[in-house]
């Protein structure tokens, strides 16, 4: 594929609401160079790591393969890649894991067919081979989007062409995959030759699947940016208000209104967490159903795995967390810690190196108004919490009044 054709297709990925992740390993790396040289670039790449050793695939994947070389370790990877572009991601912008793997033409003699395979969520693994003893070479290609995960593999013709060669032709098949990925149109011209047929396959998923796969733990979490402001902040700071929202209120819509207008810049969002830390997670058609409200309502819902702040901190990094006064006292009672006041110290210290703050709005507890100045914060954490001030917002209607009120 020429210079010109690859520039217009890397200008046209840039151009789309895609950001991504890269793990590469084996071959390939020739696209990153492509894809950093073409303005725009940090409009699409969110990260590109390439984990050549077996420690940095063991990290990458929190587990060693049984297998480099295989179908299971290019999925797993593709999907490390994509859960990682999730939390890096901005909402409003479509998410792409891309992975590639394979082994290409080096200084040693290799038996057997080269061989690679493309699967997108980002996934790169080595494989290395005893001279004396028969391998077929893969390389594994895979892009995995939310609804979409799509599996590439071509048998390189042996001795054809020389490593920078067989570098540029999975270079030029992976920014084709990341383009079908992004739904973008291209002029492809393939550099195989008759006999290196790609072996491709594809499998879709449905919102329930993919909901499903959030019980499940295999997904970190699902965006819906049903947003309808006239600006949207493309700050990569999230401004959370976290909750079973059955049902949302207009105090809830008024309470992240006033912690927006408080935080210099920050994109505003509800979060639900699919699991609960003492009761049975949310069904499918418990998230449907009350992912409508917000939809209703166009204000932007993620759909999280993690009940616990201090895990939400870690899924959220950098972000501001809009509570009531009566959680931010559970936060600070070493009670919930197991009574263990440092431990109680120590998560929190955790949320605030992750670079996160708690917005304080004041709430009725057992009929007294309470604010943030009415807890004994402890000293090291001051600059943790925030305070609403009441005079900028107070409603004392709850979710549990409006369900009684409902019959719910």
């Not at 998410?95 to 040693?108: H, I, P, Y």
């Not at 000293?379 to 019959?407: C, H, M, N, Q, W």
Request: with cysteine.
């Amino acid at each position: 594929m020429g210079d010109g054709l690859i520039r217009a297709m890397v200008e046209a990925i840039h151009a789309s609401p895609y950001q991504a992740v890269f793990y590469l390993s084996g071959g390939a790396s020739q696209s990153l160079g492509h894809l950093m040289s073409v303005p725009g670039a940090s409009n699409t790449v969110l990260e590109a790591v390439v984990p050549y050793s077996r420690i940095s695939m063991l990290q990458l994947l929190n587990k060693l393969p049984t297998q480099f070389a295989s179908k299971q370790t290019a999925e797993d990877m593709a999907l490390s890649a994509y859960n990682r572009a999730l939390k890096l991601s901005s909402p409003g912008f479509s998410v792409l894991g891309v992975g590639f793997t394979g082994s290409l033409a080096s200084t040693r003699p290799k038996q057997g067919d080269h061989r690679y395979y493309k699967s997108l969520v980002i996934l790169l693994t080595i494989f290395t081979s005893n001279v004396n003893i028969l391998k077929i070479y893969r390389f594994y290609l895979s892009t995995r989007t939310s609804d979409r995960l799509w599996v590439s593999g071509v048998t390189l013709s042996k001795g054809l062409r020389t490593r920078e060669q067989e570098d540029t032709v999975s270079s030029c098949f992976l920014l084709k995959a990341v383009g079908d990925a992004c739904k973008v149109s291209s002029t492809f011209v393939s550099e195989l030759t008759e006999t290196e047929v790609p072996d491709e396959r594809e499998k879709l998923f449905s919102e329930d699947e993919e909901l499903q796969q959030l019980i499940d733990g295999e997904i970190c979490m699902k965006v819906y940016p049903f947003s309808n402001e006239s600006h949207v902040s493309t700050s990569e700071k999230k401004i959370i208000l976290s909750g079973s929202f059955n049902p949302l209120h207009d105090g809830h819509l008024r309470l992240l209104e006033v912690a927006t207008s408080i935080c210099d810049d920050g994109y505003p969002c509800f979060e639900i967490s699919a699991i609960n830390a003492d009761k049975p997670p949310l069904t499918v058609s418990q998230i449907k159903e009350r992912v409508k409200q917000f939809e209703k309502a166009g204000k932007t819902v993620i759909i999280s795995s993690q009940p616990y702040f201090y895990k939400k901190a870690e899924l959220f990094p950098g972000s501001a967390f809009v509570i009531g006064a009566d959680t931010a006292a559970r936060l600070i009672n070493p009670k919930y810690y197991g009574g263990d006041h440092n431990k109680m110290l120590e998560i929190l210290n955790g949320c605030q190196k992750l670079g996160c703050t708690f917005l304080v709005g004041g709430r009725n507890v057992d009929g007294i108004f309470k604010v943030l100045e009415d807890l004994e914060v402890p000293a090291e954490l001051k600059d943790l919490f925030i305070s609403i001030p009441e005079e900028r917002f107070r409603v004392d209607v709850s979710s549990t009044e409006l369900r009684k009120k409902l019959g719910m």
